[in-house]
């Protein structure tokens, strides 16, 4: 098993560019979540899914946008970058309950 | 609201012995979860420990324990016998009752001394 993948692993951005996070999981799992990781900062919910077709939002969604069509895929969409995006991306998986959510290896997005 | 915080942005201890790094949380969910996850230099989250609130017993995995005082809502990380590759960065969670949304500490940096 793969576990979680995510796509790309690095990339800098103009401001007012748009790009698309991709995440996928090979676990069959429900619930996936989007987080950012600012510099010296935790990790804060942007999105969640608790199933194909149900997202809803987390503590910080402005700028963001997900789709949950499939089981395996949670792509994360920015438009309109701003600098104040520049954060470390994390996608999750998990089946809920007390099982833990296991995390993808995270993109590192610079909007300059 | 809830809200995770780790009031200890950076700690020392030496090789062998043991360290706790402190937790406490706030939520008016009837249930939670609460978890501890280190992060290392290279960025990755890896999983530690688990405790649930309704949990009578604290949670221990290995050479890591869960110190749980409900009333206190506190969630307290210990690790025993700390080894340098323990050196990394290590965040405080709690979920939902539905486990549909987490909330994350702002972390403690733990640096092993040989």
């Known amino acids: 098993n793969a576990g979680v993948t995510q796509t790309p692993k690095f990339r800098i951005l103009k401001i007012g560019q748009s790009m698309t996070l991709q995440c996928t999981q090979d676990m069959n799992h429900n619930y996936m979540y989007w987080y950012r990781q600012d510099p010296g900062m935790g990790l804060k919910l942007i999105y969640y899914s608790v199933g194909a077709g149900i997202t809803d939002k987390g503590e910080v969604p402005n700028g963001y946008n997900v789709s949950r069509s499939t089981t395996e895929d949670f792509p994360l969409r920015l438009e309109l970058a701003a600098p104040s995006q520049t954060s470390v991306y994390f996608c999750a998986s998990g089946s809920g309950g007390t099982d833990t959510q296991y995390f993808g290896p995270g993109t590192r997005l610079t909007v300059l | 609201a809830q809200k995770i915080t780790q009031t200890q942005p950076g700690m020392f201890v030496q090789e062998k012995e043991a360290v706790t790094l402190d937790c406490t949380y706030d939520?008016?969910?009837?249930?939670?979860?609460l978890f501890w996850y280190k992060q290392p230099s290279s960025g990755e989250m890896i999983f530690l420990i688990y405790q649930g609130s309704y949990d009578q017993q604290n949670a221990t995995e290995g050479r890591y324990s869960l110190n749980f005082q409900k009333a206190r809502k506190s969630a307290n990380l210990v690790i025993s016998a700390s080894q340098l590759g323990d050196s990394a960065m290590y965040f405080c969670?709690?979920?939902?009752?539905?486990?549909?949304?987490?909330?994350f500490g702002s972390g403690t940096k733990l640096n092993v001394k040989p």
């Open positions: 939520t008016s969910d009837p249930s939670y979860g």
């Open positions: 969670a709690m979920s939902s009752y539905n486990f549909n949304k987490f909330y």
